[in-house]
């Protein structure tokens, strides 16, 4: 499946005050901030307090995410500074399906700025450039009120609930399901 998946964008996919990067070593900071909150480590590969070398193969992991045919993984970086505030991904396992998943964190002091909804905006912008890709989807825990409003405010449409979708930290989790598909 590897060789289906697109090339990484020659142009950075941006919106507003974020663009959408490689992750590079110095996003270690991002990786150890985002590994002391609750929840992330959770929903992901990083572990919780991560050392610093723990934090670094994080970091690494990222950026192999397309060569090993998951779908790119991006940085989401400050366009005025280029230091990464938060992560994005979007999950092309299903691409012969016309579907994609995105997921999506943000280092925990940098919520609330609209830095999640500018994120996937920028996502679906590089999303629709790929011909085979149809739908993107999010699935989001229904007590998580600041990601469904990300998800709403850059275009996606709650489409229902979902019981027992899915095993996080150890307990079946209701997912609500949003999506967006190509106009």
């Known amino acids: 499946m590897t060789e289906e998946l697109p090339a990484w964008p020659t142009t950075p996919p941006a919106y507003g005050s974020i663009v959408l990067r490689e992750f590079a070593d110095e996003d270690v900071d991002l990786a150890l901030a985002m590994g002391e909150d609750p929840y992330i480590p959770l929903i992901g590969t990083l572990p919780v307090h991560p050392t610093a070398e723990e934090a670094m193969d994080w970091v690494h992991r990222q950026r192999g995410r397309l060569a090993e045919g998951a ?46 909804s500018s994120a996937l905006k920028a ?59 190509r106009p």
Request: net charge neutral.
């Open 71 to 116: 779908g790119p993984s991006f940085a989401v970086a400050d366009v005025e500074t280029n230091k990464a505030v938060g992560s994005i991904g979007l999950w092309l396992r299903n691409l012969e399906t016309g579907r994609a998943t995105a997921g999506y964190s943000v280092h925990p002091a940098q919520r609330g700025r609209g830095i999640a």
């Open 123 to 181: 996502l679906v912008a590089f999303a629709w450039t790929i011909p085979e890709l149809y739908r993107v989807e999010l699935y989001i825990e229904p007590w998580n009120v600041g990601s469904s409003r990300a998800a709403e405010a850059s275009g996606f449409q709650r489409e229902g609930l979902l019981r027992s979708h899915q095993e996080i930290g150890g307990t079946r989790r209701d997912m609500l399901l949003y999506a967006i598909i």
